[in-house]
Structure formats: structure tokens, C-alpha cells
């Protein structure tokens, strides 16, 4: 009888692990609620603007007024690009980025840094 009990202990622990680990897939426009969390991001590509350090790539509008940006680091655009291609034929695809939401003043954007986060359906 003793056995059972640590088995079904573990069993819960093991299923509520799975469960804390699943990532909610959303859509761009509802990024700003997700502050904080780890999800997975849907929406379209409205714009791509690379500026000196960092490439930018705005869902569901332009900017000001795009539902969520993502941001590139050149130092991790490489094994990106080596993956999809380049950027710029992004613009009108839908794309899926995982990662965490953060608030960078005041509009939502998430950090893409490897090229298993992103997927694209052109």
C-alpha cells in the first residue's frame, strides 16, 4: 500500500509539470494581455524596419500601431535568416513566434533569439 502512494504523488506532480509547461498560442491583438508569459504568437507581418543593432518585425500593423513587435538582435539574425531567409519577404506572411511577452514602453514585443521559435506559413 505504501507503494501506491508515492506512485500517484509522482503521477500528479508529473501531469501538473506537463501542464505548467504547456504555451498558450494567441493571436497578435491579444499580446498585450500577456505580459510576463511565455506564449506562442500568431499574426500577420505588416512591416520589417532593420535599424543599426536590431531588425523589428511588426504584426498586425505598422508601426505606432502595430498589435506586437518582435524583436531581432543582430547577433542572433544569422542562424535566423539561415532558417526562413530573409526577412524582408516576410512582409504579408502570417507568422507563429514563441517566446515571453514583455512591455517595452507601453506596446507589447517579444525577443526572438533562435530560429526553433519562429514558424512561417507563406
Known sequence: MKIV???????C????????????KIESYKA???????????????????VKK??????????PHQKLTI???????????NKIG???????SRICVKGVVDDYKGNPQ???KTPDNIQVQF
Open 13 to 24: 506532480l508529473t501531469t501538473l509539470s506537463v501542464f505548467s509547461f504547456a504555451t498558450d
Open 110 to 112: 517579444i525577443i526572438l
Open 32 to 50: 498585450a494581455y500577456y505580459i510576463g508569459k511565455s506564449v506562442e504568437v500568431c499574426g500577420n507581418v505588416s512591416q520589417i524596419k532593420n
Open 5 to 11: 502512494k508515492p506512485t500517484f504523488i509522482g503521477l
Open 54 to 63: 536590431q531588425t523589428y518585425i511588426n504584426l498586425d500593423g505598422s508601426y
Open 86 to 92: 530573409r526577412l524582408d519577404r516576410l512582409e504579408k
Open 71 to 81: 524583436l531581432v538582435w543582430n547577433d542572433d539574425l544569422n542562424q535566423i535568416v
